[in-house]
């Protein structure tokens, strides 16, 4: 029979990084997720690493854990942060005294600030209104959730943990009030098999409540959807938040070439209600207009939405979204509901996951009777690349792509140049808004460097490929055809692969059709016609 002693269910940042504690700390341990790494709300958040100051005037002890999380994951994770810093910036219609309040805040939290005047804003972020009565700097920063994901889960399995992807938990195991083992199917195979396990951690998220049902447990989840908008270019240097009570859309900041407008807060019944409609679109735009008044000029190329899994006690009534706790509780069902052996980990934001993992990994051992410290906090997910590895690239590679290279893969990147050296074709260059290469992309599906991918847009959550502001309609052919020419897939398999990854894309672009975009969608509709519908 095969057995292990604990079961992560969850491939988002939180469960990657329980499973790679869990691998530290010498607990043997499976993941199973049933989609890709980062599919469900990690992929779907705008990668804000929160300085804390957002939190610093209604929740000061999750303010003070998001700057103490931010100092440690740019120690750790520096290859999947842009350090570009933030700014809050007061408008004249605001309320003056929420100033007095952030201020005192963050200086309790231990949130470093330094007051800007409006020239000093607009020569940093120029796109800024000139309605600016007071601004501060804050130590935020952006943060790629799929380079970070796949750190942690490639960390984990080299210390002999096992992740396995599009895998469903189809039924946990108990037998007497006692966690015995899980049930799974491989959804790509259709395999079915059984797992004994000592411990189930629930790292589902928003799916969190289904799956504690599968032993009985009720767990009072919100599922708060909130809206991000994308624009084909980078809008400001860095985060910039409007200084007010938190509300909806006052936060844009860059990823990669692009620019990131969020969010609302609306809850849903289903955690896959993902949907965006035009209006939502149009109210995301005008929310931004006061504090960015160009922005309706400006040329969106996606729209998307994430859940956030808000967690409310059996003893309180549930809110609107933006009244709802973003802390994180760990519950042990064994005290709260008589079921040894199953734990959930719910709430919580992407940058405390860190310490979400540690709280969680500290139980399970205090269970297993392990004696042994968390040393996620100082173990370097991914070293960045060598300077001569990096001088080595420019021989084959244009700079532009030598930096974005050398950033996602770090100290891997002698991999790629190896598989370069041997055969020179594989510098292609697939995607040119990521500079992602035909190595990088048979890295990836080979699981050289990160747990596999088996689908274009699994490439994709690997290297940014088709996130850039084609969004896919060039470098998605180019990549089922390398992957094809790989011998990986054949004919049929490679042009499911293509329509399956371009309706994905095309899901994010079928309702804004502003501006500019729409010579976008009509070149799409030119280019692969009915594979869109």
Known sequence: MERTQVVVIGGGCTGTGILRDLALRGIPAILFEKRDLAYGTTGRCHGLLHSGARYSVRD???????????AILKQIAACCIEDNGGMFVHLKEDDEDYVKQFVKGCKNAGIETNELSPREVHEREPNVTTKITRAYSVPD???????????????????GATVKTYT??????????????????????????????????NAAGPWGAFVAAQVGVEVNIVCNRGGLVVFNKRITHGAVNKLKIPGDCDLILPGGPVSILGTTSINVSDPGATDVNPGEIDYMLDQASAMFPEIKKARIIRAYSGVRPLYIPKTTSAGEGREISRNFVL????????????????????????????VTTDLVCHKLGVNKECTTHERILKGVAAKSSLEEARKFLPLPAVEKVGHRLGHNLP??????????????????????????LELVMEGVITVPAHTISDIGRRTRLGLGTCQGNFCGYKAMVAVYEKGIWQGEQARAQLSNFLRDRWKGQEMIPHGKQNQQLALSYQLYGETLK
């Open 60 to 70: 000061i002890d999750a303010a003070r854990e998001c700057i103490e999380e931010n």
């Open 141 to 159: 920063a952006y943060i790629d959730v799929f380079q970070l994901t796949a750190a942690n889960a490639q960390d984990a399995v080299n210390l």
């Open 168 to 201: 469903e938990i189809t039924k946990i195991a108990v037998k007497n009030r006692k966690v015995q083992g899980v049930h799974y199917l491989d959804t790509l195979t259709g395999e079915e098999g059984y797992l004994a396990c000592d411990i189930v951690i």
């Open 331 to 358: 519950i042990d069902h064994q005290e709260e509901d008589g079921i040894a052996g199953f734990v959930s980990i719910l709430g919580g934001k992407l940058t405390i996951y860190r310490l979400m993992a540690q």
């Open 415 to 440: 991999l790629l140049l190896e598989k370069i050296k041997k055969d020179p074709l594989q510098a292609e260059i697939l995607c040119e808004c990521e500079f992602v290469t035909r190595a990088e």
